[in-house]
T-cell receptor, first 113, second 118 residues
Framework: NAGVTQTPKFQVLKTGQSMTLQCAQDMNHEYMSWYRQDPGMGLRLIHYSVGAGITDQGEVPNGYNVSRSTTEDFPLRLLSAAPSQTSVYFC????????????FGEGSWLTVV | GNSVTQMEGPVTLSEEAFLTINCTYTATGYPSLFWYVQYPGEGLQLLLKATKADDKGSNKGFEATYRKETTSFHLEKGSVQVSDSAVYFCALSDPAMGSGGSNYKLTFGKGTLLTVNP
């Protein structure tokens, strides 16, 4: 997990609140992404970015926004939190030039009540 | 689309037992295959990978062979330890898309919980 930093690690939100999960990497990787992990579902891709200024939707993008203004940062915004967004969120990065290895952050545990 | 099917758990073994966790995949191209491990309360760590048919990935006593003919990438370890208790995820990366040949998105299996008892 070296080089990918997620904050906060734990968060409790009330339904309807908004918040931003932060992801920062210091490896100069072009590719960054957000996954959510739910019991029995594995990890599902929310949004991803192949470089600064470029973002795209993954499997489960509804209710989330992203932006990529710099190479280092890829924040995930929950616009109006719902209990269905209770999950563990992982940020991941990849360097196009060094093979197919994707590096994950340590995760952010989010509970929406 | 791409998909990964892995053995459902939980799997409970005694220390020094042999481990196999089955993983099969469906992909339209030539994916790279991965096993990730998640220890309790932690993020995902890459355990091993294979990028082409017949490649064998290995790490920490674990190994898996990319079998294109059976579309499989089964994880094995000859003698498990208590410290191997974790959730194991099989994953594949999308075949190269767009410019630059950059594989990026991962498709995951649902994970297999392994518990090793002393």
């Amino acid at each position: 997990n070296a080089g990918v930093t997620q904050t906060p690690k734990f968060q409790v939100l009330k339904t309807g609140q908004s918040m931003t999960l932060q992801c920062a990497q210091d490896m100069n990787h072009e590719y960054m992404s957000w996954y959510r992990q739910d019991p029995g579902m594995g990890l599902r891709l929310i949004h991803y970015s192949v470089g600064a200024g470029i973002t795209d939707q993954g499997e489960v993008p509804n209710g989330y926004n992203v932006s990529r203004s710099t190479t280092e940062d890829f924040p995930l915004r929950l616009l109006s939190a719902a209990p269905s967004q209770t999950s563990v969120y992982f940020c991941a990065t990849k360097d196009r030039l060094s093979g197919n290895t994707i590096y994950f952050g340590e995760g952010s545990w989010l509970t929406v009540v | 689309g791409n998909s990964v099917t892995q053995m459902e758990g939980p799997v409970t073994l005694s220390e020094e037992a042999f481990l196999t966790i089955n993983c099969t995949y469906t992909a339209t191209g030539y994916p790279s295959l991965f096993w990730y491990v998640q220890y309790p309360g932690e993020g995902l760590q890459l355990l091993l990978k294979a990028t082409k048919a017949d490649d064998k990935g290995s790490n920490k006593g674990f190994e898996a062979t990319y079998r294109k003919e059976t579309t499989s990438f089964h994880l094995e370890k000859g003698s498990v330890q208590v410290s191997d208790s974790a959730v194991y995820f099989c994953a594949l990366s999308d075949p190269a898309m767009g410019s630059g040949g950059s594989n990026y998105k991962l498709t995951f299996g649902k994970g297999t919980l392994l518990t090793v008892n002393p």
